[in-house]
């Protein structure tokens, strides 16, 4: 599977329509409340009863930030009083406790992320504290093999700090860039010295970090294609091992932080369309492996080599090489996934503070999957992960025949075959080159609980 | 059998049953009996109603009235130490039948409890004993299944490694798989596997790792409760044991 040499615009404006990002499915909108705290504990036991239980991921979520950056649609927190973010600490302590205490010690941590937010919001001598409250209540992993990374805001780290977040055990981080455009900067909020992130990525490699990512998006504000060549231009010199670009989804109804945002400035369709294929362009030229979503990867990157191995992962931190893990969510907010369920906590953080004070696991909704969700699940991982799909594989596992299940689906496909995103053979879908830029699109049409039209308008745009 | 009062009877109305249909004839209890003798037999036996997992057919310290033979589900047997450890004796497949260790005492040695959506049989037992000199046939089966217990038993006693227990347990359990019209190299388990550690009497994570280390030498895969025997030969050798 690589990427399509020519940029097909027409098929991208056909296909880019809005779409779930399949972190996981059935998604978000599925959750609900009537899967509570008792439940998620039901699943949490039974992950320890298999023979070989998974190893655990753990995301614990920081989510205060110092300043606003208008174009954010994470639940964060903007503020300056540290009695709230003490505060929060002291229940995360606990929360790390209760959590821990459900799951056998025996389950190594082979994955760890701090996300937020801005989890370098808080000192080092805080995020050591919370390192060590996990190594008490988990079984952290000291394997070189582990994956445990933090996001880091270069507006708030010294080359110093990095040594030290190497120290207290972290071995990659994901480098919040954006644009090194300044009017872009302006326009966003996100005043961001263009040497200073080039020179941490430098002391991170120095401090034998394993791999350093980068954050970059497109469709910002006053951004053009030569804008932004520029800043990707400076990003390459430093040849981060991953580059991820995001799309900046303009949804001022939903997300108020985007109302400072005028409206006049974001690009238009068509200048998104010509930011899109100019990146993946040059990414590609310049010897990046494009992962599928809004993922790149060097050649010799973990991510590369298990998407050429096909044990490439989907999770709700993106791609991933690990085999299925049992992920731990922690803090307000955060989403896990253990056993056949996928759980969230408490979005409001009075809410979810509330609930560990009274010695409740602090979880907000959720949801068990069914035996279709579980098939379902399969299908779209294979589509987003492997861009294949061999019948008889899910055959097997879910003793179904594929072309009398799926039926309606494979029909609606068939626009897409059309089209050359995918081939549909007697044994399987493969995704086209063409297919890999719109793997949303493809994966939409088995996703039970998408009704067209409808629980569509909540998502930002595939592309 | 236990009564409680907050329990719903296990033995609704008087269910009759028939052996002679009953799937599990040429395992369980009356398969060596002639069709008249079977009728006779099927007097002293009740069918339960559905039992839920999590629920006791026995506690510790029960009465002998019944022993129990499985019909569907599976059961695990347990005793509670003085630490208040669970310790697992044995696990049951329907054909199997549970409660020999109370005929010594008049009294059940261990607490029984169903891992799935289960049922049995019950079969009372002085009719039984008074069945069993009424009929040669049912006194040699009776004897044979007791006999084949202690024999497991007196074989798990021995002084065997972990890779060993393991690999004891699933050829055995493969062969009554097999013997119940089940797939011999693939089944799915009810038991966790801290009931397993606990039956072999190993750590909890040493039976993973061992399992583990099993699946990465290609002789077994295992997908959550799920296990499909590759190289049943390979596993055989491992459990130095001939089913």
């Keep these: 599977m690589s990427i399509s040499k020519s940029f097909p615009t027409e098929l991208v404006t056909k296909y880019g329509l809005a779409g779930p990002r399949y972190t996981s499915y059935p998604t978000a909108l599925q959750f609900h409340e009537g899967f509570d705290a008792e439940a998620y504990r039901r699943h949490a036991q039974r992950s320890n009863d298999d023979l070989i239980p998974l190893p655990l991921s753990l995301y614990v979520h920081l989510p205060f930030c110092e300043s606003l950056c208008y174009y954010c649609a994470c639940n964060?927190?903007?503020?300056?009083?540290?009695?709230?973010?003490?505060?929060?600490?002291?229940?995360?302590?606990?929360?790390?406790?209760?959590?821990?205490?459900?799951?056998?010690?025996?389950?190594?941590?082979?994955?760890?992320?701090?996300?937020?937010?801005?989890?370098?919001?808080?000192?080092?001598?805080?995020?050591?504290?919370?390192?060590?409250?996990?190594?008490?209540?988990?079984?952290?992993?000291?394997?070189?093999?582990?994956?445990?990374?933090?996001?880091?805001?270069?507006?708030?780290?010294?080359?110093d700090r990095i040594v030290y977040l190497a120290d207290i055990g972290l071995n990659r981080v994901s480098m919040g860039i954006q644009d090194f455009d300044p009017a872009v900067q302006k326009a966003v909020n996100r005043i961001q010295d263009e040497g200073k992130t080039l020179g941490l990525i430098h002391a991170a490699r120095k401090a034998g970090f394993n791999s350093v990512s980068v954050d970059l998006i497109y469709g910002l504000p006053l951004q053009t294609a030569k804008s932004f060549e520029t800043t990707i231009d400076s990003v390459l010199t430093a040849r981060p091992d991953r580059i991820s670009v995001y799309n900046y989804a303009h949804l001022p109804h939903l997300f108020p932080a985007q109302r400072?945002?005028?409206?006049?400035?974001?690009?238009?369709?068509?200048?998104?369309?010509?930011?899109?294929?100019?990146?993946?362009?040059?990414?590609?030229?310049?010897?990046?492996?494009?992962?599928?979503?809004?993922?790149?990867?060097?050649?010799?990157?973990?991510?590369?080599?298990?998407?050429?191995?096909?044990?490439?992962?989907?999770?709700?931190?993106?791609?991933?090489?690990?085999?299925?893990?049992?992920?731990?969510?922690?803090?307000?907010?955060?989403?896990?996934?253990?056993?056949?369920?996928?759980?969230?906590?408490?979005?409001?953080?009075?809410?979810?503070?509330?609930?560990?004070?009274?010695?409740?696991?602090?979880?907000?909704?959720?949801?068990?999957?069914?035996?279709?969700?579980?098939?379902?699940?399969?299908?779209?991982?294979?589509?987003?992960?492997?861009?294949?799909?061999?019948?008889?594989?899910?055959?097997?596992?879910?003793?179904?025949?594929?072309?009398?299940?799926?039926?309606?689906?494979?029909?609606?496909?068939?626009?897409?075959?059309d089209d050359g995103l995918v081939e549909i053979s007697e044994d399987d879908i493969e995704v086209t080159p063409v297919g890999l830029l719109l793997l949303r699109a493809i994966a939409m049409k088995f996703d039970e609980y998408l009704i067209e039209n409808d629980s569509a308008k909540a998502y930002s745009k595939v592309i | 059998m236990r009564s409680n009062s907050q329990q719903k009877p296990y033995f609704p109305e008087r269910a009759q049953v028939a052996c002679s249909q009953c799937g599990l004839g040429k395992l369980c209890l009356p398969r060596t009996l002639d069709p008249e003798a079977t009728e006779?037999?099927?007097?002293?036996?009740?069918?339960?109603?559905?039992?839920?997992?999590?629920?006791?057919?026995?506690?510790?310290?029960?009465?002998?009235?019944?022993?129990a033979a499985v019909r569907a589900g599976c059961f695990k047997s347990y005793l509670i130490d003085k630490d208040g450890e669970e310790q697992v004796l044995g696990f049951y497949l329907p054909g199997e039948i549970i409660g020999f260790d109370a005929i010594h005492g008049k009294t059940h040695n261990a607490n029984v409890v169903a891992l799935d959506t289960s049922s049995i049989c019950g079969i009372r037992f002085d009719s039984l004993t008074e069945m069993a000199r009424q009929l040669p046939e049912l006194q040699e089966e009776l004897f044979r299944v007791m006999s084949f217990h202690i024999a497991e038993l007196e074989a798990s006693a021995a002084d065997l490694s972990a890779e060993e227990r393991v690999a004891r347990l699933l050829c055995s359990l493969s062969v009554r798989f097999q013997r119940r019209g089940y797939s011999q190299t693939e089944f799915n388990l009810s038991m966790s596997r801290r009931d397993i550690a606990s039956n072999l009497r190993l750590a909890t994570e040493t039976t993973s790792r061992v399992l583990a280390r099993f699946q990465s030498a290609g002789i077994i895969k295992v997908n959550r409760k799920k296990v499909s025997i590759l190289e049943f030969e390979k596993l055989r050798k491992l459990a130095r044991r001939d089913p």
């Excluded at chain 1, 994955?111 to 937020?116: D, I, P």
């Excluded at chain 1, 993106?318 to 893990?325: K, N, P, R």
């Excluded at chain 1, 979880?363 to 019948?391: H, N, P, T, Y």
Aim: charged residues 25%; negative net charge; proline residues 3%.
């Design chain 2, 40 to 67: 006779q037999f099927e007097y002293i036996v009740n069918k339960s109603r559905s039992i839920q997992p999590g629920e006791h057919i026995f506690r510790a310290g029960d009465e002998l009235n019944c022993i």
């Design chain 1, 260 to 417: 400072m945002i005028s409206t006049d400035d974001v690009p238009t369709p068509e200048v998104r369309l010509e930011l899109l294929a100019s990146t993946i362009s040059k990414l590609v030229d310049v010897g990046y492996v494009y992962i599928g979503m809004d993922h790149f990867a060097l050649p010799d990157d973990d991510l590369s080599v298990a998407m050429r191995n096909g044990t490439l992962q989907r999770n709700f931190q993106g791609y991933s090489t690990y085999h299925d893990t049992d992920l731990v969510g922690l803090g307000v907010s955060a989403i896990g996934k253990v056993g056949n369920s996928c759980v969230q906590n408490q979005k409001d953080i009075r809410d979810w503070q509330g609930l560990i004070n009274d010695d409740k696991l602090p979880v907000w909704r959720g949801i068990g999957f069914s035996g279709e969700d579980r098939l379902r699940r399969e299908i779209i991982s294979a589509i987003m992960c492997q861009g294949q799909l061999k019948f008889s594989e899910i055959e097997q596992e879910f003793g179904i025949d594929f072309g009398d299940h799926f039926a309606l689906e494979l029909d609606s496909l068939r626009p897409l075959q």
């Design chain 1, 76 to 159: 964060k927190k903007v503020t300056r009083n540290s009695a709230l973010t003490e505060s929060y600490l002291q229940s995360l302590d606990r929360e790390i406790e209760m959590q821990g205490g459900l799951f056998d010690r025996d389950r190594q941590v082979c994955q760890l992320h701090f996300g937020g937010g801005t989890p370098t919001y808080y000192g080092d001598k805080q995020l050591k504290h919370i390192m060590e409250k996990l190594s008490e209540y988990f079984f952290l992993s000291h394997s070189s093999t582990r994956e445990y990374s933090i996001e880091i805001d270069p507006r708030t780290v010294s080359e």
